[in-house]
């Protein structure tokens, strides 16, 4: 039976372990003792273990804050990183986000791409590599993570328990492989003076806000104005009412990851630009329209900038009201040859004014490999032997991954290019397809990379 035949008898079994996965809520819960993301995380790690284990694998816990699937033997490693927490379900699911809904060559459910599914691709390729009997002489490690969304704190873990891996990849970006990743700078905005009585949407920092609700005092005439201006905007849906001296704004906007903003319709920003657009005279709707917008490209606070990797952008997540003012996560993806000294100087001065004001809270660098080193030369030529595909060639992204948490790997597959999976969005799904050509890609890479870990 050649490969791609064994691949295919073993599609079904592995949908079944996906959805053993996809059923456990593992986004980031109470840590209590022994479980320092919560008990869905936790409980994620125990079924992803197991499902190894049942495939042969030695497997090891590290105290719930990551675990490993091996095969293999020799002092080097060869790293995958994967991880088992997911982001919030949020947004309007037609399918039961923790329960796998299988419909033809879909299959929907939190985390079906990131980043279940792609952990039980990565293991069948090992266990596919394992019994054709290629000689194995290096370690090849499984790492399931459970905090890649809100922190990476696992893989922190996991620096200081566990080896050093010689090379590898996070099967958790996209194909053909990235050799790069932007910078991450976190902001917060908040109001000084308001009119506004509240304001509250998005679900996590790092997506687009996609719903939004919004109060304000009732005046003649504002309710119909708001509503013209809503009119002619790109959401889709919004419902304005007015009672007992109120105005209620409820928008409904696009879900977008914060990398690809641009991709998403920001409910809060759209309402901001309608109040204005209304006639309501408010110093943080001015600062807001002023200083972020709808834009997507930092030019309010001076950041707008494009090298030859790509372009910053800017991404408004949630916003919240707290004691009478209103807050507004920013987070922004930094090209990778722009330093953290060099932005902060491009916002100098630009950060405040008497109407609101945005306080830096992070940055994290960006990570970038050359495109002939021998580590993306050997995972690029994997996709390409198994795809035929060489129109797309290696990529800078926006989104952050395990490769910015440890050594010696940067991130390959499972998206295909020109497909949206939905990921961070309602209805997440992957591909039966897909996952059994990302199967062949993987068992591709981890036999390139024996040879460059040597």
Request: glycine share 10%.
């Amino acid at each position: 039976m050649i490969i791609k035949e064994e691949i295919h008898a073993l599609s079904e079994e592995m949908v079944e372990n996906l959805g053993r996965l996809v059923a456990i809520d593992s986004q980031l819960g109470t840590p209590a003792e022994g479980m320092p993301f919560g008990e869905g995380p936790a409980k994620a790690l125990k079924e992803g273990l197991q499902i190894a284990k049942e495939l042969g694998f030695e497997t090891v816990n590290l105290d719930n804050y990551c675990g490993y699937a091996q095969m293999g033997e020799g002092e080097d490693i060869i790293g995958i990183a994967g991880h088992l927490d997911v982001v919030p379900a949020g947004g309007d699911w037609k399918h039961e986000p923790f329960c796998l809904t299988r419909e033809g060559d879909y299959v929907y459910g939190r985390g079906t791409t990131d980043d279940k599914g792609p952990v039980i691709e990565a293991l069948y390729a090992m266990k596919l590599l394992r019994d054709s009997g290629v000689k194995i002489n290096k370690r090849v490690r499984l790492i399931m993570g459970c905090n890649e969304e809100t922190g990476s704190k696992c893989m922190e873990h996991y620096n200081e328990v566990e080896e050093e891996l010689s090379c590898g990849f996070t099967p958790d970006g996209n194909f053909p492989c990235i050799h790069g990743e932007k910078g991450m700078l976190g902001m917060r905005a908040y109001s000084k003076n308001t009119r506004i009585i509240s304001m509250n949407g998005g679900f996590v920092t790092n997506a687009v806000c996609d719903s939004c609700t919004t109060v304000i005092p009732a005046s003649e005439g504002m309710k119909e104005r708001i509503e013209k201006a809503l009119s002619d905007t790109k959401l889709q849906t919004y419902k304005v009412t007015e009672e007992n001296g109120q105005i209620s704004i409820y928008a409904k906007g696009v879900s977008a990851h914060a990398s690809t903003p641009s991709l998403g319709v920001n409910a809060a920003g759209v309402t901001f630009e309608c109040l204005s657009k209304a006639g309501f005279e408010d110093d943080f709707v001015k600062f807001y329209n002023t200083h972020i917008g709808t834009s997507c490209d930092g030019s309010g606070i001076g950041l707008k900038y494009e090298d030859e990797y790509g372009e910053l952008t800017l991404c408004n997540g949630i916003v919240k009201t707290q004691d009478g003012v209103i807050t507004c996560t920013i987070d922004i993806r930094v090209p990778v040859t722009l330093k953290e000294d060099e932005v902060r100087k491009m916002c100098e001065g630009k950060l405040e004014d008497e109407n609101g004001r945005i306080e830096i809270k992070n940055m994290h660098a960006p990570l970038f490999f050359p495109r002939e080193s021998p580590l993306v030369e050997a995972l690029y030529k994997a996709y390409v032997d198994v795809t035929g595909d060489t129109d797309n060639k290696p990529m800078v992204i926006g989104g952050g991954t395990y490769a910015k948490s440890l050594k010696n790997i940067i991130a390959f597959g499972p998206e295909k290019p020109g497909i949206d999976y939905r990921i961070h969005s309602s209805d997440e799904f992957i591909l039966v397809s897909d996952m059994e050509e990302a199967v062949l890609i993987y068992m591709e890479a981890i036999k390139n990379l024996l040879d460059v870990a040597s």
